[in-house]
């Protein structure tokens, strides 16, 4: 009789591999599938030929974890990283506002400062009935209307009212009735307001160095290219791509939580609806190298303007402190849904570059390399349907030894740390299920 148990790891972002850390340190036998061939999950890194020393993410990727655990383990795995202050701006209506816009006031032109003023002072009670009312609660409607709902739209695909208030905690900075009043007339001391002052990047290689060392550590037990085709819980049996199968005891998945269902066996009826519940936002990336005489020492954009159709974009080449001219490198992303197409989000190189023209960012003539690829999960989107079924598919697979984790396997808005710290947390939880079973 085994004295622990044998753990099934299904996917390499921070909470796999955060989970293997852990086994490897409770010294338990497990395995690792991943079905891609590169392995980090939404945090892996690419370069373009271009310009081979600079990395590109899946979007805007740092770390402001303030785990002293996780800290060391992005220290080893990449060595001492660079600590930077966020530098961000907001492009609205062809102006750059300092972020938060909340906190910037008098950068908005002064046609809209007596609404802004008003509204400020005769802001509703505090709601949570949906995202909407909960910003006119706490910002006035003037400036829910010009810039968050905006912004909703584009990045979330949904209107503020479509979505819930529990993925807030402190995302947005909320200053008090008289700071946002005193920012109308000028900049404040008290104006600069962000969830984190200093955030972590790698020297080298881009984020997934912050992970290299995890993976390094568990290459024995790992499985690249084998997408799961199967999982019958009763004969504890995982059916793979590569026509092997995998036979399991637990299981800790970072699979999305709304395809895992898909994949089980004799999945009931209840819980394959409300696993069909579950929304999410997909992403397209666009990656540019172009000719430049300035460098940007900006880090990353936010994007009003629905004409635009990116909404956020980044420089990763300032993520490194390059400010080197000569070739620049940007990279947008373009958000879609089964709210809004990809058409309706006009989701398309031309008019992405044409984004990048208005914002005077290049010119087309001056790109010399590019990169375009589609993520299908982006974001979990927070709609009215998400808490209630996502619990009910968590309950479900926990009571079959399957422990979800992770942004897309927990469903929920987790930082990098946080699904670093969940895997290794639902190991600690198989463990103990497994010595109670014994007795």
């Known amino acids: 009789m085994n004295s622990s148990p044998h753990i099934t790891i299904i996917g390499t972002g921070p909470a796999g591999l955060g989970a293997a850390d852990k086994c490897l340190e409770l010294q338990l036998q497990y395995s690792i599938l991943e079905s891609k061939t590169q392995a980090f999950g939404h945090c892996k890194s690419f370069a373009l030929k271009s310009l081979p020393e600079v990395y590109f993410d899946e979007g805007p990727h740092i770390s402001f974890t303030k785990k002293e655990l996780v800290q060391e383990v992005f220290k080893k795995s990449a060595g001492e990283p660079h600590l930077l202050q966020p530098k961000m701006m907001n492009f609205w209506k062809g102006l750059k506002i300092s972020h938060p816009p909340q906190s910037h006031l008098y950068q908005v032109p002064q046609i809209h400062h007596a609404s802004l003023q008003k509204d400020i002072c005769d802001r509703p009670p505090l709601s949570t009935v949906n995202y909407y009312d909960w910003l006119v609660s706490q910002f006035g409607q003037t400036f829910t209307d010009l810039f968050p709902e905006v912004y909703t739209k ?13 993925w807030i905690g402190e995302r947005i900075h909320r200053p008090t009735e008289k700071d946002m ?16 002052t200093h955030f972590r990047y790698p020297k080298a290689g881009g984020f997934e160095s912050f992970l290299k060392k995890s993976l390094q550590k568990s290459q024995e037990s790992l499985k690249l290219k084998c997408e799961v085709r199967a999982i019958h819980t009763r004969q504890k049996q995982i059916q793979l791509s590569d026509s092997t199968t995998n036979n399991f005891e637990f ?8 395809r895992i269902s898909r994949v089980l066996d004799e999945v009931p009826q ?19 190298v172009f000719r430049s005489d300035q460098s940007n020492e900006t880090h990353w954009m936010y994007v009003y303007d629905p004409e635009i159709p990116f909404a956020r974009l980044y420089f990763p080449k300032a993520l490194v402190q390059d400010h ?3 070739l620049q490198a940007v990279q947008v992303e373009v958000y ?4 809004r197409s990809r058409e309706k989000s006009h989701d398309d190189y031309a008019s992405v570059v044409r984004g990048l023209e208005k914002m005077q960012l290049l ?11 589609q993520i299908s999960h982006a974001n979990v989107l927070f709609d009215h349907h998400r808490e209630p079924a996502r619990s009910e598919v968590l309950k479900y697979l926990e009571s079959k030894n399957i422990f979800s984790v992770g942004r897309f396997g927990d469903w929920a808005y987790l930082w990098s740390d ?12 198989i463990v103990q299920k497994f010595k109670m079973t014994k007795k």
Request: hydrophobic residues 35%; negative net charge.
């Open 181 to 196: 009043l005193s920012t109308l007339a000028g900049p404040q001391d008290a104006a600069q307001g962000h969830y984190f």
């Open 363 to 373: 010119r087309e003539k001056d790109i010399v390399d590019s990169d375009t690829r």
């Open 324 to 326: 080197q001219a000569r």
């Open 251 to 258: 299981i800790v998945s970072s699979m999305p939580l709304n």
């Open 336 to 339: 879609s849904s089964p709210y």
């Open 418 to 429: 946080e699904s670093y710290l969940q895997g290794q947390q639902a190991v600690e939880k």
């Open 154 to 166: 584009k990045y979330w695909t949904v209107s503020a009212t479509q979505m819930t208030t529990d």
């Open 270 to 288: 209840e819980i394959a609806l409300a696993s069909q519940k579950l929304c999410v936002t997909s992403v397209t990336l666009y990656s540019f």
